[in-house]
Structure formats: C-alpha cells, structure tokens
C-alpha cells in the first residue's frame, strides 16, 4: 500500500523508492521550462532504471 504522504514514511525499503520513481515522473511532467524538463524527466527515467537493475 503506497501512503499518502511520502515526507512523513520512515524506514523506507526498495519497493517504496521504486513506487516514487514511478510516481514522480507524471508529477514532475511539464512543472518545468522544456529545456529543464527533458533533463529532468531523463533523470527520473536513469534513476529508475539505475534502481530496478540493482535489485538483480
């Protein structure tokens, strides 16, 4: 169950990180300049794959 507000979750494991990656993405979508965004939006992405390829 993801909760409903993620600064307040403590003692964090895997799957809650790979649930915000996942979260943040839409989120984050267009809250920037274009320039910025697309950067942003390949972080998130490289983030959340750097993520699902440790868990191997």
Do not use: R, T
Not at 14 to 37: K, T, V
Not at 40 to 53: K, T
């Amino acid at each position: 169950k993801f909760s409903h507000s993620v600064s307040s979750m403590k003692k964090m494991m895997g799957h809650n990180y790979e649930d915000i990656l996942q979260f943040a993405m839409p989120c984050f979508e267009g809250l920037f300049p274009d320039d910025h965004d697309d950067h942003i939006q390949d972080f998130l992405w490289d983030f959340l794959m750097f993520h699902g390829f440790a868990k191997f």
